[in-house]
């Protein structure tokens, strides 16, 4: 789908998708680094509708007890790949964004913005670098 996109947007000069475990194999340093990893807690992993619990996979969904054990490893890495001012956006769940936002300032991360879904919900972060 990621490749699809670029390839719609004409975006192949631009944007340079790499591999890995969170992060690439290789050094590299982005301007932003966009993450949607799994963020439920294995409660709310038992609370989901039934149809999602059925159809999608556990492990694409559930973080851990908590469900911000994949954002917390992100955050406290993202700065070493980030270049100063570049940027982090991070999809979150239902209420974490408190919990997120101490790990964000000690990793040297300011959050910019929040934005809400169509429910109204605190969905994404965005966090910069500092300059």
């Avoid at 149809?51 to 469900?67: D, K, N, S, W």
């Avoid at 769940?93 to 408190?98: I, L, P, V």
């Avoid at 990793?107 to 500092?130: F, H, N, S, T």
């Amino acid at each position: 789908m990621l490749k699809r996109n670029i390839d719609r947007f004409g975006l192949q000069d631009r944007v340079h998708p790499l591999a890995g475990d969170l992060f690439p194999a290789r050094p590299a340093v982005f301007q932003m680094i966009v993450a949607n990893p799994p963020y439920l807690s294995r409660r709310d992993w038992r609370q989901a509708p039934r149809e999602i619990r059925l159809h999608e996979p556990q492990e694409a969904l559930v973080a851990g007890p908590a469900g911000t054990e994949m954002l917390e490893r992100i955050i406290v890495r993202a700065p070493l790949w980030l270049e100063s001012g570049g940027c982090l956006l991070l999809e979150i769940g239902q209420g974490q964004r408190r919990a997120l936002r101490g790990l964000l300032q000690a990793a040297g991360l300011r959050e910019v913005e929040c934005v809400r879904d169509y429910a109204g919900i605190e969905r994404i972060i965005v966090a910069q670098k500092d300059r």
